[in-house]
């Protein structure tokens, strides 16, 4: 297959060049997949098969309207996949607008169990010496990969401030930052050029870093899914 990625971040200019070639497979992220169809240069109207991946995420990251325009810009005879961890009211608002009326809503069950050999901690403190709590931690566990997890991108920006004043060597990702910048900062935090990585968990997810030895939640995540 010849399969195409589309995202901001990236030159749109080789996208759409590669767009005129031909692709089967487009995989994209709603912001760009819009421009493309505005600019005339990706036609959706004749899909075989359309894949809404994350489909709660998206929900969380403000794409709703996005998808619904995406989903009127297809044909109505293709065939549809919603993958999605939850099914809030708008994901099955969506299926059943956009999705045929014999449409399968398959569960999988799962046990979601962390790693037998992951150490688990945690520590009660409360907001005005949650960094000094931190930075204890770091120093006692000297450890040379870590990440640490925000809830928001702020979050992520202030702590990020916070540990550079102290003269922690870390840098953070999140969904603001060019995907360009993530992919160099996530190669340089792979090379050991700095050892702590701040980050969201949407920005973290799909990530693969071997030998991370140290994995902070600066805040405990409102979803048990997300901890694991």
């Known amino acids: 297959f010849n399969i195409l990625a589309v995202y901001g971040?990236?030159?749109i200019e080789d996208q759409m060049r590669v767009l005129r070639r031909g692709a089967d497979v487009v995989v994209g992220t709603p912001g760009r997949v819009m421009d493309l169809i505005k600019r005339?240069?990706?036609?959706?109207?004749?899909l075989e098969m359309f894949v809404?991946?994350?489909?709660?995420?998206?929900?969380d990251m403000g794409f709703y309207e996005d998808m619904e325009s995406i989903f009127k810009a297809t044909n109505k005879d293709k065939q549809v996949l919603m993958l999605s961890a939850t099914m809030p009211k708008q994901i099955k608002l969506l299926a059943k607008n956009y999705m045929k009326?014999?449409?399968d809503h398959i569960i999988i069950e799962s046990n979601s169990k962390t790693n037998k050999n992951v150490k688990q901690f945690y520590y009660i403190t409360n907001e005005k010496s949650r960094v000094e709590v931190l930075c204890r931690i770091l120093d006692i566990k000297n450890s040379k990969r870590t990440i640490i997890f925000c809830q928001t991108k702020k979050e992520c920006d202030e702590l990020l401030m916070d540990l550079s004043v102290r003269g922690y060597n870390a840098e953070a990702m999140h969904g603001d930052i060019l995907q360009a910048m993530r992919i160099k900062t996530l190669d340089r935090f792979k090379q050991g050029a700095f050892n702590f990585l701040i980050a969201t968990d949407v920005a973290a997810r799909g990530i693969h870093v071997d030998d991370i030895e140290l994995v902070i939640n600066y805040k405990l995540p409102q979803e048990f899914e997300t901890y694991i």
């Not at 005339?40 to 004749?46: A, H, T």
């Not at 809404?52 to 929900?59: F, G, K, P, Q």
């Open 9 to 11: 971040g990236s030159s």
């Open 40 to 46: 005339g240069r990706l036609n959706i109207e004749s």
């Open 52 to 59: 809404l991946d994350e489909a709660d995420e998206m929900l």
């Open 101 to 103: 009326d014999n449409f």
